[in-house]
């Protein structure tokens, strides 16, 4: 008998062993002890209606968090709509409109159990969504953590899983309430001590975002998402300003807070900012060497960073591989810190039924071995309709209301539009064809960061940021080192006027000047009157417009031009050189807020460019948007994707098909023509009008 008690208490001890190095690998660390990915899924932009697999399929080594997107429709403490396109297609419950996603719940459970945090993303380019009020926005969050968290509700679309916490992606409808609703979700994730809670946002990185920037100063969040694209400070131009967000997070209400550069998965998932591969290495690495708050890279989305195979085996598997080859410790500050708002816990149980709703509670491991602390999230893209292998998706365009059965197709704001077609330009003189968009492959750059032509997507709305144009000047943005390439970089070294250059045609800025190479050397220009000089978003020629200028060259180097932060001094050493590139001024006013960016300009004068709209009110755009504003002299706007452009001396009126019910964004993506002798301009901030 004694032999045999011994033998069960040998057993039980052995489980016991089992369980507690079970705990003490679930809570191991989080994300943001060490350089990681995060992974948009539900939206779909790639538009296949099989390129996008289940939430489970991409549980692999190449994703450290899932943010699953959208919640949408949201306003008080009613129920909201969930659209995850093609991932889950209900039924709804009865009387409502939220669908029920019996396989998304069994994935959440099976990516938990491998140690992936996995999100719940609010907001998004389609739908109307705000609070009128702080009550309205507490409400929500009540509703929020009773149907995703730990709370009780008999319409969970995940029955008994429960979320790591939530992502806001707030693309429109003001800043209303969201701080209420982010302190309220906080009370709620101090009640369950059993995980791990995060708070995340997806600003756009025009600084400070329109709709985020006041509540980012006012909560703390655990991580933002910067969507570096469909914007003018996009990855590979002038004016990327991660140093700007950096800056931010010092002295931010959690200084520990990560910034993860958000790009696009692939060429087609966003209107502007995809970056290839080759020409990522390099900034990751400066970026990862150079701030200490850098948290990794965001891929917007899984379907589009996945089926991306330009690199081998794919662009997910690529970046994640760079990322997760990162050294563990940062240079500012001298190495990486755990985050502030972590929490160390001990618990026991891996799952945790909670009476009346059974809730499946996971813990997460991470890639170090560290003990995890309490964070919280939150972050967001758009909904939409799932097409057909025929049709071109567009992942932030028609999003309708999710409906009990209809398989819906990601509206990310993310993308640019491909359903349509582009039109021409109406004139009264002369018919002008469409021209057809040419792709070009990026070159790898060698050890520094270089710039490359990219090819035009799906428009993704991360648009325009939070403007304090007309109360203040924005926080200047410093650009990092640049290696040219062979015929389109920019001069790694400050050159005088006249000097010698490398490719004959080739424009950079200087200030609020431009030099072009012409015959050999370098001819400095100025931009016109008030005007700044820009790069296109990809890096490879500039354009003037409004805004405040950069200090690309040092003062000292008058009629120098400089592009990056490595200088070559008197006795060709190098040595760091700060580069603020310029802040671009938005088209705003109390109904909208817009930001134009040209995507790129070629030889000829043909150019490609990016209206981002947002509204401020909580109000749908109609079915066709009409944008209206004044070109400078001996520009002509000659497309539009899906719509109609007609253009009457300097005076251009576009007119743009929304495909979406529903939404408070728009992508507006458009083609132009620069003719000889010529800069090209960007409309006046001032005359550019919304209706709809």
Same mark, same amino acid.
């Given at each position: ?113 491998? =140690? ?57 409808? =003001?800043?209303? =309430? ?152 940062? /240079? ?29 509670? /996971? ?22 309709? /799932? ?39 109406? /004139? ?32 993704? &709305? ?42 004959? =045609? ?95 300009? &070629? ?90």
């Amino acid at each position: 008998m004694r032999q045999y008690w011994k033998f069960i208490n040998l057993a039980t001890a052995t489980t016991t062993i089992a369980a507690l190095l079970a705990v003490s690998s679930v809570h191991a660390g989080s994300f943001l002890d060490k350089p990681s990915i995060v992974t948009y899924w539900g939206q779909n932009s790639k538009g296949l209606s099989n390129s996008q697999k289940s939430l489970a399929s991409y549980c692999d080594d190449n994703s450290d968090v899932l943010i699953m997107s959208f919640v949408l429709s949201f306003r008080d403490g009613s129920l909201p709509i969930l659209n995850l396109a093609n991932g889950c297609n209900g039924p709804a419950f009865s009387g409502t409109e939220l669908l029920e996603c019996t396989s998304v719940a069994a994935d959440i459970k099976t990516c938990q159990d491998k =140690g992936k945090t996995i999100l719940m993303s609010l907001g998004g380019a389609n739908g109307v969504y705000g609070f009128a009020n702080d009550a309205d926005a507490e409400s929500f969050a009540d509703t929020l953590w009773n149907i995703f968290g730990a709370g009780e509700s008999d319409t969970r679309p995940f029955g008994d899983a429960i979320i790591d916490g939530f992502d806001l992606d707030i693309e429109g409808g =003001g800043s209303t =309430g969201y701080v209420a609703m982010i302190k309220r979700l906080r009370k709620h994730f101090a009640t369950d001590s059993s995980k791990d809670y995060f708070i995340t946002g997806a600003p756009q990185c025009p600084y400070p975002d329109a709709m985020l920037g006041t509540v980012l100063d006012a909560v703390e969040f655990d991580a933002v998402n910067v969507q570096f694209y469909n914007n003018y400070c996009s990855t590979t131009s002038n004016s990327f300003n991660f140093d700007t967000w950096n800056a931010w997070a010092k002295s931010s209400p959690n200084s520990d807070v990560k910034v993860f550069l958000g790009v696009p998965g692939s060429s087609t998932a966003a209107g502007s900012g995809y970056v290839a591969f080759g020409s990522l290495v390099p900034i990751v690495k400066e970026l990862k060497s150079t701030y200490s708050n850098f948290g990794g890279v965001t891929l917007w989305d899984a379907s589009a960073s996945y089926g991306n195979t330009d690199v081998s085996p794919n662009y997910q598997a690529s970046v994640a591989n760079l990322v997760h080859g990162l050294p563990n410790a940062g /240079t500012e500050g001298g190495g990486t810190k755990t985050n502030s708002q972590h929490k160390t816990t001990s618990k026991t149980k891996h799952h945790q039924t909670t009476t009346k709703t059974k809730h499946h509670t /996971t813990t997460k491991t991470s890639r170090e071995g560290s003990v995890s602390t309490k964070h919280r999230t939150s972050s967001t893209r758009s909904a939409t309709k /799932t097409r057909s292998p025929k049709s071109t998706s567009t992942s932030s365009t028609s999003a309708k209301s999710v409906s009990k059965t209809t398989s819906l197709k990601s509206t990310s704001s993310h993308s640019k539009p491909t359903h349509g077609n582009t039109t021409k330009t109406k /004139t009264t003189k002369s018919k002008i064809t469409k021209s057809k968009r040419k792709t070009t492959a990026s070159e790898t750059s060698k050890s520094t960061i270089s710039r490359n032509k990219t090819t035009k997507s799906t428009s993704r &709305n991360h648009t325009t940021s939070k403007s304090k144009y007309t109360t203040g000047k924005p926080k200047p943005t410093k650009t990092l080192t640049s290696t040219p390439e062979p015929n389109t970089g920019a001069p790694t070294a400050c050159v005088s006027h006249a000097s010698k250059c490398p490719t004959e =045609g080739q424009m950079v800025c200087s200030g609020d000047s431009f030099a072009a190479c012409n015959y050999g050397k370098w001819v400095v220009r100025e931009c016109p009157s008030t005007l700044t000089c820009f790069s296109t978003t990809d890096g490879t020629s500039i354009y003037c417009g409004q805004g405040i200028s950069g200090t690309t060259c040092p003062a000292a180097l008058k009629n120098r031009l400089i592009e990056g932060a490595t200088l070559l001094t008197a006795t060709n050493t190098k040595q760091k050189s700060p580069f603020v590139g310029p802040t671009a001024k938005p088209y705003k006013n109390g109904r909208v807020i817009a930001q134009f960016s040209v995507t790129k300009l &070629n030889a000829a004068g043909s150019f490609e460019a990016v209206i981002n709209a947002r509204r401020l009110d909580q109000t749908s755009f109609g079915s066709t948007i009409t944008v209206s504003f004044k070109v400078a002299n001996g520009i002509k706007i000659t497309g539009v994707t899906d719509g109609t452009v007609s253009q009457t001396g300097n005076q251009v009126k576009v007119q743009y098909k929304n495909h979406s019910r529903k939404t408070m964004v728009a992508i507006v993506n458009i083609e132009g023509k620069v003719y000889t002798g010529n800069v090209l301009v960007a409309p006046n901030a001032n005359s550019m009008k919304f209706s709809s």
